[in-house]
């Protein structure tokens, strides 16, 4: 693997690792280890990033959402702590392009598979505590985690803009329709997705994933229909 894909991915993280061993075993599927002997697979380290991600994300919002009640901190909490989410973060640091995958793993797709690519972010922050302790690599999580913990308490209910926007819309006897179009180099994707529904446009979005894209397409609906219709237009 050339190791300007490496370096990119350190700079995604906001990290360049002085151990480079941490950094080949965070990204490092079992399949790998089991063609290469004498290497490690990743799940250690997921097993100790899981733990750095829970505290870190936690503290963000405890300290964020001071009138925030143990159950709303929970469910943002468990929203952003999960497996589509961290698979949307790691299309951000482009992960993918710097798995380790054993052949048979590569042949079936492990490189789009959300399990993989969620468990390497978890062993990409394990592997981060190790080198700069917790203090560094909470700063870290959160400077990549806190956008996606805002946008959790901003949504009512804990229901995402492409939940609220289908309620809505059905509702009202339609249903919204999304495409999405890609842009930009494998290591750097931009996707842009546009909602109709009746076959009028009636949001965009653009994002680094496919889903973020279709997120804030729902977003940019929900918030026309608010505009036009009043504060209360779409209102759960």
């Given at each position: 693997?050339?190791?300007?894909v490496?370096?990119?991915?350190?700079?995604?993280l906001?990290?360049?690792?002085?151990?480079?061993?941490?950094?080949?075993?965070?990204?490092s599927?079992?399949?790998?280890?089991a063609?290469h002997?004498?290497?490690e697979?990743?799940?250690?380290?997921?097993?100790?990033?899981?733990?750095?991600?829970?505290?870190?994300?936690?503290?963000y919002?405890?300290?964020?959402?001071?009138?925030?009640?143990?159950?709303?901190?929970?469910?943002?909490?468990?929203?952003?702590v999960?497996e589509?989410?961290?698979?949307?973060?790691?299309?951000?640091?482009?992960?993918?392009d710097?798995?380790?995958?054993?052949?048979?793993e590569?042949?079936t797709?492990?490189?789009?598979?959300?399990s993989?690519?969620s468990?390497?972010v978890?062993?990409?922050?394990?592997?981060?505590?190790?080198e700069?302790?917790?203090?560094?690599?909470?700063r870290?999580?959160?400077?990549?985690?806190?956008?996606?913990?805002?946008e959790?308490?901003?949504?009512?209910?804990?229901?995402?803009?492409?939940?609220?926007?289908?309620?809505?819309?059905?509702?009202e006897?339609?249903?919204?329709?999304?495409?999405?179009?890609e842009s930009g180099?494998q290591?750097?994707k931009?996707?842009?997705?546009?909602?109709t529904?009746?076959?009028?446009?009636?949001?965009?979005?653009?994002?680094?994933?496919?889903?973020?894209?279709?997120?804030?397409?729902?977003e940019?609906?929900?918030?026309?229909?608010?505009?036009?219709?009043?504060?209360d237009?779409?209102?759960?």
């Open positions: 693997m050339s190791t300007d490496l370096t990119r991915l350190e700079d995604a906001g990290h360049r690792f002085e151990d480079r061993s941490l950094l080949r075993q965070a990204l599927h079992r399949s790998f280890v063609e002997p004498g290497s697979s990743y799940e250690r380290l997921e097993f100790l990033g899981d733990a750095v991600l829970q505290l870190a994300v936690t503290r919002i405890f300290d964020r959402y001071p009138d925030a009640s143990e159950g709303e901190m929970a469910k943002i909490r468990a929203s952003v999960s589509p989410t961290l698979a949307d973060l790691a299309g951000d640091l482009a992960v993918a710097a798995l380790f995958l054993g052949r048979g590569e042949l797709g492990g490189r789009g598979k959300a993989i690519l468990d390497v978890e062993a990409l922050f394990g592997a981060l505590f190790l700069v302790g917790y203090d560094a690599s909470e870290i999580v959160v400077d990549l985690l806190s956008p996606f913990v805002d959790r308490a901003r949504l009512p209910g804990g229901r995402d803009y492409k939940t609220r926007l289908q309620e809505v819309l059905v509702a006897g339609t249903a919204p329709s999304y495409t999405v179009a180099p290591h750097a931009r996707f842009h997705a546009v909602v529904s009746g076959g009028r446009v009636i949001g965009e979005g653009t994002g680094t994933s496919k889903k973020r894209a279709e997120q804030a397409a729902a940019d609906a929900f918030e026309r229909r608010r505009l036009r219709q009043g504060p237009a779409g209102a759960p």
